[in-house]
């Protein structure tokens, strides 16, 4: 090719030859015509706009704060794509562009207000429910070690805002492993639609929704754990407290913002279809681990000098599996924890409770399985664009595990902006801080959670039963 001659005498013949778009090299070493397509192609990033729009239910666009650096635009994964449905935008709610947004220009649709008030209205009961990610995160908000398991100083800082009960999560992880392990059982032994893909994840389950809608038979058909936890306070729990549920108002402490989003679906009101008041919802708020640490600050709490205070003794307590629902992997290895249990009536083998093909931070890992009985394919993929490089190979495996951010809840789009650190090495801490609550857990099989057996024993009656399929599953 012809290079660009700088004298005098040949830069009008240069320039004639440039507007034709003639084969001559810049010093970038492209020809003209390539770097004119590539500066369309920039400027097009450039106008990219995220798809929040106004009634967006998880996420919020200020624009009068945006200076256009497009970080959320170039990490957005759904940006370009079309919706699939009249009436939907592309966003599946992950809220990973607040977590890149320097100005504060895109954040969560904040509702700690409600909960203030719910807190301020005598007439109302107000349950929180923290998530397995919540607690070693939020720390980081007041300065303390990125890792720090502050889970008892959250449930003493809540006792004292007002919240009449604190409930563990991790209780509702080891409900929906029970549940979903034997629904993946009964799936292969009929064969069909496999593979079984988790269903935990609201930003997972929406990109199916919108842009892959023939893996929905796939789906788990089990409720993520919050909002298994959502019917239950408002059925079980109210019924053991003796609490008219129709007073009850239940705040979901989340690491995502999809969540806000989940809780508004159609079928997330089962405790209010069962007590004949479907405008009743099973989580009325969700508040991010940001929005938590806003609440706390208004109530005047300090929280580095706050003392330890237990969960409640009913729904308070969960196994080490149910901790590890927080990391990406983690459902996976809780799950064959507990289809091992159920498939050979027996414990799993030592290296079940440290699945090292569960583990790690690879996009995708994928391991056979000795289940004793039998192998299972199995594959654990984290971040939605991970996911579209790997959809050609997924019939390949019986169970895969999906989470649409990197690193699973550690890394979801309501946790803690910290920038003082790399991000791999931020949810290497959180995510070691959730395995090291698993080891020291008692009991780290989810079927054994003794308040498992006493909600299957006193009211579901059992797994996939009439009552479980009403109130933990779609």
Not at 246 to 262: C, D, Q, R, W
Not at 362 to 388: C, P, S, W, Y
């Amino acid at each position: 090719m012809e290079t660009i001659n700088k004298s005098k005498s040949s830069r009008r013949e240069f320039l004639k030859k440039a507007a034709l778009g003639a084969g001559f090299v810049f010093c970038c070493g492209q020809t003209v015509s390539a770097c004119h397509r590539d500066e369309d192609d920039r400027q097009r990033r450039r106008n990219r706009v995220l798809p929040v729009q106004p009634d967006n239910p998880a996420i919020l666009f200020h624009r009068d704060k945006c200076r256009r650096c497009r970080r959320c635009a170039a990490y957005c994964n759904t940006i370009d794509k079309q919706p699939i449905a009249a009436g939907n935008d592309a966003c599946v709610y992950c809220g990973q562009c607040t977590l890149r947004c320097p100005y504060n220009a895109v954040t969560e649709r904040f509702h700690y207000s409600e909960v203030a008030r719910a807190l301020a209205d005598p007439n109302k009961i107000v349950v929180a429910s923290i998530a397995p990610a919540i607690r070693v995160a939020l720390g980081e908000m007041y300065g303390m070690s990125a890792g720090a398991n502050v889970e008892g100083q959250i449930v003493g800082a809540l006792k004292k805002i007002g919240v009449n009960h604190v409930l563990d999560v991790t209780f509702s992880a080891d409900l929906t492993v029970v549940e979903e392990a034997s629904e993946l059982l009964l799936r292969l032994d009929a064969g069909n639609p496999l593979p079984m893909f988790t269903s935990c994840c609201p930003a997972w389950v929406r990109y199916v929704k919108l842009f892959q809608p023939r893996l929905l038979p796939n789906l788990s058909t089990a409720k993520s754990p919050i909002m298994m936890q959502g019917a239950l306070i408002k059925t079980y729990f109210a019924q053991k407290m003796g609490i008219d549920p129709a007073n009850i108002f239940h705040v979901a402490l989340m690491p995502s913002t999809a969540k806000k989003a989940e809780i508004l679906l159609p079928a997330m009101n089962a405790a209010g279809t069962l007590h004949g008041k479907p405008e009743m919802r099973d989580v009325d708020v969700v508040l991010t681990c940001r929005e938590l640490a806003q609440l706390l600050n208004a109530g005047n709490v300090d929280f580095r000098q706050m003392q330890n205070a237990p969960f409640d003794a009913f729904m308070g307590a969960g196994s080490g599996a149910g901790m590890i629902f927080g990391n990406t992997g983690g459902v996976m290895e809780a799950s064959l924890r507990t289809a091992y249990r159920i498939m050979n009536d027996k414990n799993p083998p030592a290296n079940f409770f440290t699945l090292t093909p569960a583990r790690g931070f690879d996009n995708v890992r994928q391991a056979n399985i000795d289940m004793g009985k039998r192998n299972l394919n199995v594959a654990i993929v984290h971040g939605i664009d991970t996911f579209e490089n790997f959809l050609q190979d997924a019939q390949n495996f019986d169970f895969i595990e999906v989470m649409g951010c990197v690193g699973g809840c550690i890394g979801g789009g309501g946790q803690p902006i910290n920038r003082r650190m790399n991000a791999a090495n931020l949810q290497q801490l959180r995510r070691n801080a959730l395995y090291q609550h698993d080891v020291d857990r008692g009991i780290r099989l989810s079927c054994d959670n003794p308040e498992i057996k006493m909600v299957y024993d006193e009211f579901l009656g059992e797994p996939l039963g009439e009552l479980s399929k009403k109130l933990l599953h779609i």
